[in-house]
């Protein structure tokens, strides 16, 4: 069924008369909602969707492969579980909480169901919140979710191979050539 059946459906219920909300209660229950590919072993399937969504906003696929293409958010929830302290784990989920808070507060919507515009908005406000010290010395949910992706991302096959330029054995040492003379890319070594 599409939406615009299910809206006449849905109208000859109610006598003709749909209210807004109605309309977009309709609206809403025809988005497929975002599914993991993979099993979480720290977070719960909610939070590793927002963590899935954040790493993507972070690293989007363009002409190579995204975060969520080669298994950033597995790994970011690997580090939770196997590397992380209690306390960073805890901090780190309050975080993701504090992210579906702002969402719900701003947009009325979890924030994987967000478009990508405010996705951006809501992040680029904890960039800014991240960017000031905390009073209890603690590292703000947003760096740290920056430093797991990219971390992720660049030790990822694909990161080192076709983002990074990667030589197994390197040749003799160049201290002062320009990027570009380098092949216009970092290198992972």
Not at 44 to 69: F, H, L, M, W, Y
Not at 121 to 148: I, N, S, V, Y
Request: hydrophobic share 40%.
């Amino acid at each position: 069924m599409n939406r615009r059946e299910a809206i006449k459906r849905a109208s000859y219920m109610m006598g003709g008369a749909l209210s807004a909300p109605a309309i977009l209660g309709v609206m809403k229950g025809c988005t497929p909602k975002k599914e993991l590919n993979w099993q979480p072993g720290f977070l719960s399937e909610d939070q590793a969707t927002v963590v899935s969504e954040v790493a993507e906003r972070i690293i989007p696929a363009t002409n190579t492969p995204g975060a969520k293409d080669v298994g950033v958010p597995e790994f970011i929830d690997l580090m939770m579980k196997d590397i992380y302290s209690e306390e960073e784990q805890q901090q780190f989920v309050a975080g993701i909480t504090e992210l579906e808070e702002m969402s719900q507060s701003e947009y009325s919507d979890g924030f994987a169901d967000l478009e990508p515009e405010q996705m951006d908005a809501l992040l680029t406000k904890l960039e800014a919140a991240a960017q000031e010290p905390q009073e209890d010395g603690t590292k703000p949910f947003f760096r740290t979710m920056k430093e797991l992706t990219l971390l992720g991302f660049c030790t990822s096959e694909v990161g080192a191979t076709e983002v990074l330029q990667h030589v197994p054995v390197p040749g003799r040492y160049e201290g002062c050539i320009s990027v570009e003379e380098a092949g216009g890319r970092a290198w992972a070594v």
